[in-house]
């Protein structure tokens, strides 16, 4: 089985910064790309970021030119930065991964369980 989990979430005033953190963990050959996602409160869940295992990167309008994605392959680990955040920002943050879990497997999509961002005064 392969765990994500998502930390640094939290509440931050407007023009505030976060650097969220996603780890996957278990039995698993390779991670080929991760990404964020995010869901605001009766809205549905949106891309936010997509990095793969080569580092070319994706970003949705939403956030574009105030966040960037990034990835330690090494550490299973990836991360989104988010500046100049706005109270719309406001959302459940998922990370994602699509991983093989033996080498020539078809790809696996495994979801974190969240981390709230709240931007707020």
């Known amino acids: 089985q392969v765990q994500l989990v998502e930390s640094g979430g939290g509440l931050v005033q407007p023009g505030g910064s976060l650097r969220l953190s996603c780890a996957a963990s278990g039995r698993f050959f390779s991670i080929y790309a991760m990404a964020w996602y995010r869901q605001a409160p009766g809205k549905q869940r949106e891309l936010v970021a997509t990095i793969s295992n080569s580092g070319a990167t994706n970003y949705a309008d939403s956030l574009k030119g105030r966040c960037a994605i990034s990835r330690d392959i090494a550490k299973n680990t990836v991360y989104l930065q988010m500046n100049s955040l706005k109270p719309e920002d406001t959302a459940v943050y998922y990370c994602?991964?699509?991983?093989?879990?033996?080498?020539?497997?078809?790809?696996?999509?495994?979801w974190g369980q969240g981390t709230q961002v709240t931007v707020s005064s």
């Open positions: 994602n991964a699509d991983v093989r879990k033996t080498t020539g497997d078809v790809l696996y999509r495994y």
